[in-house]
Each structure stands twice: as C-alpha cells, then as structure tokens.
C-alpha cells in the first residue's frame, strides 16, 4: 500500500475535483458538452420513431409558396384556411407557430379611403360601395372575426436586447405578478416581445410564445414551460395549445417539499381538466425536455394550399390538433437539435404537445444532484484505491464495469424511470483514474510516434502525426485509390511580380504568404504535397483518412484568401505589391503514394482529378472571384453557399463540368447574400435560354448590388457578344477553355 500512496492520493484528488463539478461548486466545460452527447444518445436509443396521428402540421412549404404567393400571405387568405379547418375538416384545435404583428394592407382599402377623402369626394356612389365593402377590405378585422369563438392559439415571441422593444399585444398572463413569492423558481426572464396584433390576440382562445432553451451547443432539447416578463408569467405555446384543447382548463405549480421544510423549488406542473389530471415536469428554470419521437416527419405535414383548396381527405384533419408552421427554407424557422441539425420549429412543439399527452416527459428531479455526488464519492473511492493494486487485465476489467455498471443505471432511469440520472462525471472520473494507473506504453509509443515522423513529418501537421502513431497500422506509404480533395493555389501575375525584387526580397516574401498560407491547410488536417514556385498543392484524405475532406479543403481555401487578404497592409509597408492568387478544389478518386524513380520518390497524388484542380485554379482570374471548386466538391462539402459560375469545357478534358464559388459557410452567410446569390443563379438559368435580354436585365439588377464585382461584368461581356452573334439553338450553355 504505501508504494502505491502517491498513486492513490493522486486519485483521490481527481475524485474530490469530480465531487466538486457534481455538486455544482464549479463548472466544466467539458462535462456539459459530454452531458449533451450522452443525453443526445439516450434519447436517439430509445426514441419510439413512430407518427403521433393526433397532431397535423399544415405546412406552409415551398409548394404552398408556389403555388400562393411569397409569405406572408393576406390575411384574407387566413380567414379561410380557418374556414376550412373548422368548417370543412373539423379540427379539434388550431396553433400558430408564426406571428401577426404587422396591419395587412393588401386589400387596398388605405388607398380607396384616400380616393373617397381627396379625388372622389364628392362621389357619394363611390363612398357607399366602399363602406359597403369596407368589412371585405378589413382583413385583420376578418381575420378576427374568424378565429373568434373557435380553439385558436397564437404564437408570439420574446426578446432579451439592450433596447428592450415591445410591439403587438400579449396575451392575458397565466401567472399574475406576485404568484410565486416566497418560492426558489428561477424563471427565464425576458425584456422584450413581438406578439400578434390586438384585434387577433383578443378574438383568439390563447396564445403561447414558442422560444426554446437553446444550449451552448446551439441545439434544442428544452422549452420554458413558463417565463417571465414584466413581472407577470406566461406559458409556452405548446402548453397553451394542450389547455385550449382541454377546455377549462386549471394550471397548478407542484412542490416537492413545503418552505417550511426548507426546499421550495418548482418541480413540475399540474393540468386538472374536467376529466383528465397531467403533470409536466419542470427543471429548476420552469423548463421541460422535449420527448423527440424521431427525425423530421414524426407528425403528418399537410401543405397548406392543399387545405386552402381542399384537397386534403377530411378524415387525415378531423379532431386532430393542427399547428400552422413552416419547413420553407426562406422562412427561417429551421432549428438544431439532438435529432438533426436542420429540423422544423413547428415540429418541436408538436413533440412538446404529444409528449404532454402522452405523460412520457423526461424529468431531471432536484434530489438527482445529491444522487450524482454520493456516487461519484463511492465509485471514486473505490476505484482509487483498488486500481493500483490490480493488474493490467484486472483493471481493465474493473474499470470497464463500473463503466457499463453506471451506464446501465442511467439508461434504466431514463427509459423506466423517465428521470435523467446525470452520469458524466462518474464516466469522466472512471476515465481518468484509469489512464492515471495504466500509464503505459512510453517507448513503444515514443518508438513508434518517431517512424511515423520520419516518414510524414515533411508533409503533415504533427496533430496528424500524432494520430497516425496511435493508428500506424492504418497508414501505408505504397500506391492506392481513394477519393480524395486535391487544392492547388497559385499567386496571379507573379512573374511580373518577382522581376520588380531583387532575390533577397523575394525569397522574404515567399516565405512571408508561404507560412501563413500553409498554416491554414495544416489546420485543416491538410497535407502539402509540394511547393512549386509560387504555388502550394495539398490534399486531403491521405496519409490519414478523412471523411470531410472536401469540407475541410474548401474551409482552408476560404481561409487562404482571408488570411492573404489580411497581410496586404503588412506588404504596403515593406514596400511589397499586392499579392493575389486564385484557388482550384477538385474532388474525386485518385492515385496516393510513394511515387518517382530508384533515384527519388514523393508522396504525392496523381491522376484526371488532380489535373482538373489545378485547371480550376488556373481559371479563377477569367471570372475575377478567389476559388472555384468542382461539381463533386460541392456536393461533399454541402455546409457552404456556393454560386453555380458556369458549365465549363477546360483545356485537356472533353467532358464539361460544373464550376462554384464558396460564398461562406450557410448559417453564417447574410440574408442579403443569399438573395444575391438566388439572383445570380437566376440569371444564368435565363443565359442558358438564350435569353439575353431577361438575363441582361437580371444581371443589371446584380451589377446595382455589387457594381464592381468582375464576375458580373464578365457575363456583361458574353452577353453583349452573344447578342450580336448568337449561339447556335442546340448550345448547351457550356463555355469553352483554350488556355489553362
């Protein structure tokens, strides 16, 4: 015992640390990112991955924009999709996830009433019809008049700004100011709304807002049951959607423990309708987990026009609970959550509302944090003290029990229990008091890490390096195919560039946008093949394997020209030109390995594909944009926003291809962008009819967004010279390359 004292007072510390992080008195980063994940896997496990028939999404969905018009929509056209839904296919209770906050005046009544008061005043025929008409042209107060009296709810949001605004009406709160006085509730609290207009939100039966808790991750696991604002408490939308459909409707909060027994939080809330009692059960913040049933289509979508023109079997709407919601990718409703990382905000309520009725919510008691730490104190003592005193085998063996002991009771709670036993530090403790103790392997790893060093150091970052060294079996130096990501940069005009310095300052600058430029593909798992005067090529997916290696190159192109961009002023100030270059991405199956003579070989990469990168490259400066990558590219590393270029027939290949432009990665690019880009494609589905003057006037709307963007000017000129001497009728719209 007392050879291993220093081992097992090491231990014994790694325990008191996890005791800490368990009973809260610090938190880790890594212990919530980790108790994210293992709560994502739990509930994926046991996910039923069935449809709840009880509850409809009506979709308002790209053939619904197509076929309706670009939201939103006249409210005339809400007031009938109320008629349709409770008139025609009897719906129980409708939900709104969208909100009303703006006066509809399409009906162009605001313009009648100026022609009676100004140009038309004294055409009293004319003011009788309008004031005959007026309640047709009122398409708010229609609105109103047809959700009144019927199991409508409305949807609203609330916001947390450094300006607070607040615009629209919200509804009567469900708790007064005051109502929890005296109780240990920590409401999400917020500053700000935009509600539904006040002719709606009082014709309607309730109205809920419909923000979730989103996690550090930016994913949706929970919603606020109730927040609060201005002192009052309201609920969510997916609560007031179940008590509307309930009818009378009681909302109780629920105490473990009295004050007086010194514990007052809030742990779940009680329904008490006529003939039916639920619980929903809350975490200290008033928040619920929401039970995922599945992926997207767990809940029938109905499009929208196709209710509108009934063209929907009444017997998929009748009695079922209908929320009104969008899946159109322009309407900006889309979510991350543990189930998909695009998924439907209205289709997270639904979850919320099935899993309120179907008494299956997920509950994270406050007792489970006492729980939490007297486990940890058990198994880390136990294991500090035994682990150093076992073999090897033996300790696997016992580590991997306890492992699969604690997990077991995780999984049991969750799935028989509906509680969520937090198990992170447990598994991260077992984890570390294990590697403590079977620090083993120096030198043969060491051994092993310098082979692998000799034989990539050259070409890949040392974090690859490291990785291949705990995996040598899977790295191999002979000749292979893989499909792979080949980038090749290249700087524009250099050789003009170099005859204006003298060796010494052009050796210096090389190396100054040579370095950083190299960083950047070895921060992205990137391999340097080899430096050709002014131009690096890489690759990706070799030595060691990489899934999102087209993901990870076009990541690195970007970052090359932001990263060059960046040093331009440090140039201006040595005197230096500017310095521009031009980017090919290319993906697609080629030859990895060594490769050369007996007198000396490369690894290196070879084949159709890698030539086409480089043509790429070479074609940058013939649209005026940094980085064009290939049709396969595009489509593997489809977390960006590209603009289609053009159909191109480079030197060398007789087949055409399909050329794009990485604008940016897609949830970070701006609204305005997007619409530029949508523009852009528009226009070169006009040029490739031959229809120039439409797409002239496309491209004149784009040249007023960016007038000095090259690209646009480029297609000015093919147009120009098109319309002068037309291509033939059978022209495919494909451009042919001469020159790499």
């Known amino acids: 015992m007392k050879k291993n004292a220093i081992l097992i007072g090491l231990g014994l510390l790694i325990v008191l640390f996890f005791v800490g992080s368990a009973a809260r008195f610090y938190r880790l980063d890594i212990v919530d990112q980790l108790s994210s994940i293992l709560y994502d896997y739990r509930l994926r496990l ?18 619904s924009l197509k076929e309706e018009g670009r939201w939103p929509w006249g409210r005339d056209r809400m007031a009938l999709l109320m008629d349709k839904l409770f008139d025609k296919y009897r719906v129980a209770v409708v939900g709104f996830d969208v909100v009303f906050a703006e006066k509809d005046e399409s009906s162009g009544l605001r313009e009648l009433q100026r022609l009676a008061d100004n140009q038309l005043r004294g055409d009293k025929s004319f003011r009788t019809t309008l004031d005959k008409i007026r309640p047709q042209l009122e398409y708010d107060d229609l609105f109103a008049r047809k959700i009144r009296n019927r199991k409508v709810v409305l949807g609203y949001y609330l916001t947390n700004q450094a300006e607070p605004h607040a615009s629209g009406m919200l509804p009567d709160p469900t708790f007064p100011p005051g109502a929890f006085n005296g109780h240990e509730v920590e409401f999400t609290t917020w500053n700000g709304y935009g509600a539904n207009l006040p002719e709606l939100q009082q014709a309607a039966a309730s109205a809920g807002h419909f923000n979730p808790v989103v996690d550090s991750d930016g994913r949706v696991r929970r919603i606020p049951m109730i927040v609060e604002y201005d002192g009052a408490y309201y609920e969510s939308l997916s609560l007031a959607i179940v008590r509307t459909l309930l009818g009378q409707t009681k909302l109780l909060p629920g105490y473990a423990k009295t004050k007086a027994d010194g514990y007052a939080a809030m742990e779940w809330l009680d329904l008490d309708a006529a003939n039916t009692r639920l619980k929903i059960p809350v975490d200290r913040d008033v928040s619920t987990f929401v039970p995922y049933r599945g992926g997207q289509g767990s809940f029938r979508y109905i499009s929208i026009t196709d209710v509108l023109h009934e063209r929907v079997d009444p017997s998929l709407l009748k009695n079922k609970i209908v929320l009104v919601g969008t899946t159109a990718p322009g309407l900006l409703d889309m979510r991350s959550t543990p189930v998909a990382k695009v998924y439907p905000g209205v289709e997270i309520h639904a979850n919320m509302i099935s899993g309120i009725l179907n008494q299956n919510l997920k509950e994270r008691p406050a007792y489970m944090l006492g729980a939490e730490v007297v486990w940890v104190l058990l198994v880390g003592i136990a294991l500090s003290f035994l682990l150093p005193l076992f073999t090897p085998a033996k300790a696997i063996i016992a580590s991997a029990t306890t492992l699969i002991i604690t997990t077991a009771l995780s999984l049991g709670a969750w799935q028989y229990g509906d509680v969520l036993m937090p198990v992170t530090n447990c598994l991260l403790m077992i ?39 705990k995996r040598p079996e899977s790295v191999s130096m002979e000749g292979e195919s893989r499909d792979m990501t080949i980038l090749f940069s290249d700087v524009r005009g250099f050789t003009s560039i170099s005859e204006g310095l003298d060796p010494k300052q052009l ?18 798992r990137g391999t340097i093949d080899k430096y050709m005067g002014d131009c690096i090529m890489a690759f990706w997916g070799a030595p060691l394997a990489d899934k999102d290696h087209a993901r990870n190159a076009v990541q690195s192109g970007i970052e090359m020209l932001e990263t060059l961009k960046a040093l331009q002023p440090h140039f201006r100030e040595r005197g230096w030109p500017e310095i521009q270059v031009g980017v090919g991405i290319n993906t697609g199956r080629v030859s990895v390995g060594n490769m050369g003579s007996e007198v000396r070989v490369a690894y290196t990469v070879m084949g159709d594909e890698v030539n086409l990168a480089s043509r790429l490259e070479g074609i940058t400066k013939q649209y005026g944009v940094g980085i064009i990558v290939g049709e396969n590219t595009r489509h593997l590393a489809n977390e960006f926003l590209y603009r289609e270029l053009d159909h191109v027939r480079v030197k060398g290949k007789d087949n055409p291809v399909a050329i794009y432009e990485p604008v940016g990665l897609l949830n970070e690019v701006s609204k305005e962008l997007h619409d530029e880009v949508k523009l852009f494609h528009e226009m070169r589905r006009l040029y490739r009819k031959q229809d120039w003057e439409q797409a002239e006037l496309q491209l004149m709307n784009l040249q007023r967004l960016s007038p000095d963007c090259e690209l646009y000017k480029v297609y000015a000129k093919r147009i120009a010279a098109y319309r002068k001497t037309p291509p033939n009728q059978d022209w495919d719209g494909v451009f042919d390359f001469q020159t790499k």
């Open 46 to 63: 046991t996910m039923p991955r069935t449809m709840d028939n009880r509850i409809v999404i009506v979709d308002i969905d790209e053939k």
């Open 431 to 469: 984890v570390l008091l294990f590697a403590l103790n079977m620090s083993y392997g120096y030198f043969v790893e060491s051994r092993t890490k310098r082979l692998i060093t000799g034989l990539f150091g050259q070409y890949v970052p040392s974090e690859l390096v490291e990785e291949m060294a």
């Open 507 to 524: 050796s210096m600058l090389m190396n100054e946008f040579l370095t950083p430029l190299s960083r950047v593909v070895y921060k992205h």
